[in-house]
């Protein structure tokens, strides 16, 4: 569905101009004027009257040299019990935004609040539906000041209107619909378009005619300047506003990186033929751009308004400034990418302070902001990146007393900013970066911006993570781009490949994505960016938009290595006592050095060490080396000498303990039984090596659960399946090996009837078990079998068998399924030689290999 931003209507009753806005997201055209402006002859008079005043005024070098200090008196609508009502704190933040704008090279005009509280009119009905201008002034109006009314709610559904210059208290009067919702369009265009009106400036598009509509054909005002324009007697009156065709038939509109633009497409064309090329961002259109202004044109008629009312006698601009105690003690400090300022408030008869900046210390200063009585802190959230700010503070109901000292302060990363931000539910509900929720559940950040401070998680140089996020709505089209600022300078490049990741097209509930980042990123912090747009792709990391949301986040970045260890020794068989020498060899495959490294051998019990290196420390029950560097591309080994206590098999595995760079294959510390390659296992053996000790591993990281690679069950067919062990694999001649056959059925159908047989060899067989017979038995081998009755889906049953092997040496036994009454998917009994030992690789066949001392 697509957005409308905020719509004005302008309906203009003689000398009054109504500006009306809606806000919802109408599909049918921008409403028109509904009645009529000031009439050709009243307008003529009027600029004849303004002109005279403003040459005045010129003669006495009182115009376009200073700044005029201009009293507004603030009168807030309010409920019969003086609930509701604009706050204090918000006039103060749209008047400062506002008088932004009319200020031009150091002059102009500033606005200051007439005494020190507001006055309140208290008025259920006109509170609910404004539509009474008598009701709300009478008794309200002050003779020394501009009169302006907050109201809640028209009834026409206005936003609000203004009056044009005139003799009359009545015209220093305007009517503000209470934005509080959306301060920056109150303070950014509907407060300064009405004062606008106030001060004598006419929309671009220029008068509506007579019967009160403005329909086809009616921009009168010509494309041309110079010879054969009529720019001063059309339109605005002002030649350097180019003509408007707002509503004109082929005047359609574009939108560039989320902000309107006129399409140059368009068909409309003046009364010669040539195509409009209007101004966008004029306040004093019906545009709703990303920026605004007034022309140098627009300013001298705003002057020769002022100029025309100080000559006026039904009312003055002389309302006195307070004397308001000075702010002290400012201080500035940057923070979640904004500047904040703190202050001492020393007075009680403020009406509010209005927070001014410059890049200069001793000129350049504007208001970008206001804050309410007794506050003393201001958060800029809208600074270039790593720019040297000057900022102080002045009372709003003041003129030039009053105003705090100077402080200056460096802003940190640049930000974009939103025109609408939060209001149709634009942003991030979650993001996650490499499976690792950085927020999750969030709403709209104030401003349209966040940023979270805290350490994130930490990615390796060189290597990809998987990104991902789900948005705030899910109807509306949205773009995602994340930018990484990789040379940490405040400011995210395009051009340096600092945009990670966007996506391909406009999306409505969730992306995901792939986010590399450079081998030769260097080891740190640094701030990603998650930008959300919409109905369009933000390619300004830093730029002005309608509608979004931006999100910073701080990650470490860390560059890897691949670190491996290998063991090797100088002999596997020994005697008791005698020592064996291993020689431990650490490798760093890079791309970075290593640092930090230390590795660990835990001894297994009935195992010492005798001597080593240097730098082989013995705690008694384990050996290693702490805080060794290794060069990219090398490596280092390490000797020492251990023994036996006693007979047995010894398995000795070592591994590397801690590395401060992160390596991408293994995990320091994370046990020996892993597979991973910062670890390794060699094994040494007595003469009589009855007993088995390994290595301690008390430490293993939890194992992956082992993966079936079988098919599913085929619930028609039994699946069948062996395996082998024994209870000793190293025995003498002549003494008692248990072999255990374990069968198992993963099909889907009961297997029955189950044979197996083991064809054995170098054995003398005990009696044996019930169920377990001698088949066949030769000179060199003997057949026995086993049945079972029948295996359910997924049961297991045993057969065991003892046998003595006959002479020392290497034995190998063999059993397999011999036949069965089902199918099995894919393994087939039997064997058309039952000497041979079937080693087919089927999955029912096992066997086990014995050493016979």
């Known amino acids: 569905m697509r957005k409308l931003v905020l719509l004005l209507i302008l309906v203009v009753l003689l000398p009054v101009v109504l500006l009306a806005q809606r806000t919802d997201r109408p599909t049918n055209p921008l409403p ?227 902000c309107p633009q006129y399409d ?64 002290t003690n400012l201080a500035a400090s940057v923070a979640t990418g904004n500047v904040t300022l703190t202050w001492q408030d020393n007075a009680n008869n403020e009406m509010g302070y209005f927070i001014e900046r410059s890049l200069s210390a001793a000129s350049g200063f504007l208001p970008i902001g206001g804050v309410g009585p007794n506050t003393t802190t201001f958060t800029d959230t809208k600074t270039a990146a790593a720019t040297l700010y000057y900022y102080r503070i002045r009372p709003s109901n003041s003129t030039t007393s009053g105003v705090s000292q100077i402080i200056g302060i460096r802003s940190g990363a640049c930000r974009p900013t939103y025109a609408y931000s939060c209001n149709f539910a634009d942003g991030l509900a979650s993001f996650s970066l490499n499976n690792n929720f950085l927020s999750q559940n969030s709403g709209c950040s104030p401003n349209g911006y966040s940023l979270s401070s805290a350490l994130s998680t930490t990615l390796v140089a060189g290597k990809s993570y998987p990104v991902s996020g789900q948005l705030l709505s899910n109807g509306d089209p949205q773009s995602v781009t994340i930018w990484a600022d990789l040379n940490r300078n405040g400011v995210f490049e395009t051009s340096l490949g600092e945009l990670m990741y966007q996506t391909p097209a406009l999306i409505f509930t969730s992306f995901s994505g792939t986010l590399a980042l450079p081998a030769n990123l260097t080891a740190g912090t640094l701030t990603l960016r998650v930008a959300v747009l919409y109905n369009a792709f933000q390619n300004d990391p830093c730029g002005t938009y309608p509608y979004g949301e931006t999100e910073d986040y701080v990650i470490s970045t860390a560059r890897s290595t691949d670190l491996s260890l290998s063991l090797q020794i100088s002999n596997r068989k020994l005697l008791i006592n005698q020592p064996v020498s291993y020689s431990l060899t650490l490798r760093n495959a890079g791309p970075s050095d290593a640092t930090g490294i230390s590795w660990q051998n835990a001894l297994p019990a009935n195992m010492s060490f005798v001597s080593g290196d240097a730098s082989v420390v013995s705690s008694g029950t384990a050996v290693g080396v702490s805080n060794l560097s290794l060069v990219s591309g090398t490596s280092a080994s390490f000797v020492y000498r251990l023994k036996t206590g006693q007979e047995g098999t010894f398995v000795n595995a070592a591994q590397i303990m801690a590395s401060n760079e992160p390596d991408p294959d293994s995990q320091p510390g994370s046990g020996t039984g892993d597979g991973q390659d910062d670890a390794a296992t060699v094994d040494v053996r007595t003469t009589s090596a009855s007993t088995v000790y390994t290595s301690p591993n008390p430490n293993q990281t939890p194992l992956p659960p082992v993966l079936s690679g079988q098919p599913t069950p085929d619930p028609a067919k039994a699946d069948l399946s062996l395996a082998m062990s ?34 054995v060899r170098g054995l003398t067989l005990t009696p044996l078990p019930a169920g377990v017979t001698v088949v066949s038995s030769t000179g060199s081998y003997t057949i026995i079998q086993g049945t079972i009755a029948s295996l359910a889906k997924g049961a297991s049953a045993q057969l065991t068998f003892t046998g003595k092997p006959i002479l020392s040496g290497y034995l190998t036994n063999v059993a397999q399924v011999w036949s069965v009454d089902n199918q099995d998917p894919d393994s087939k009994p039997g064997s058309s030689t039952p000497t041979a030992n079937n080693l087919n690789g089927e999955d029912d066949v096992a066997w086990v290999d014995l050493k016979v001392r």
């Open 264 to 327: 140059p497409a368009s068909t409309a064309r003046d009364a010669n033929g040539l195509p409009y090329t209007p101004s966008i961002s004029n306040i004093m259109s019906y545009y709703f751009p990303c920026t605004h202004d007034f022309t140098p044109g627009q300013y001298d008629r705003i002057q020769a308004g002022l100029a025309l009312r100080q000559t006026h006698t039904a009312y003055s601009l002389d309302c006195p400034p307070t004397a308001v105690p000075q702010p």
């Open 726 to 759: 024994v209870d000793q694999r190293t025995p003498a001649p002549g003494q008692n090996v248990t072999f255990t056959i374990m069968v198992s059925n993963a099909g889907g159908l009961t297997a029955t009837n189950i044979v197996v047989r083991d064809t």
């Open 32 to 258: 028109l004027c509904a009645t009529s402006d000031l009439t050709e002859a009243q307008r003529k008079e009027l600029n004849s009257q303004a002109s005279q005043a403003l040459a005045a005024k010129r003669a006495s070098n009182a115009v376009f040299t200073s700044i005029t200090y201009v009293p507004i008196r603030p009168h807030i609508l309010r409920r019969s019990d003086g609930s509701g009502g604009m706050s204090l704190a918000s006039i103060n933040k749209v008047i400062a935004i506002t008088n932004s704008y009319y200020l031009q090279s150091g002059f102009g005009i500033q606005f200051y609040f007439c005494g020190t509280s507001p006055d309140y009119v208290d008025n259920d009905t006109q509170y609910n539906s404004f539509s009474d201008e008598n009701a709300v002034t009478q008794g309200h109006d002050v003779t020394n000041a501009m009169n302006q009314y907050y109201v809640n709610s028209f009834a026409s559904g206005a936003g609000g209107y203004a009056y044009y210059p005139a003799n009359g208290l009545f015209s220093t009067r305007s009517f503000i619909l209470n934005e509080s919702w959306n301060e920056d369009d109150l303070g950014n265009r509907l407060l300064p378009h009405e004062l606008g009106h106030n001060f004598n400036l006419v929309h671009t598009f220029g008068q509506v005619p007579g019967n009160g509509t403005l329909g086809s054909g009616t921009t009168l005002e010509l494309v041309t300047r110079g010879t054969g324009a009529n720019c001063t007697t059309e339109g605005d009156y002002i030649c350097d506003t180019p003509a408007d065709p707002y509503n004109k038939p082929g005047a359609t509109l574009t939108t560039v990186n989320g």
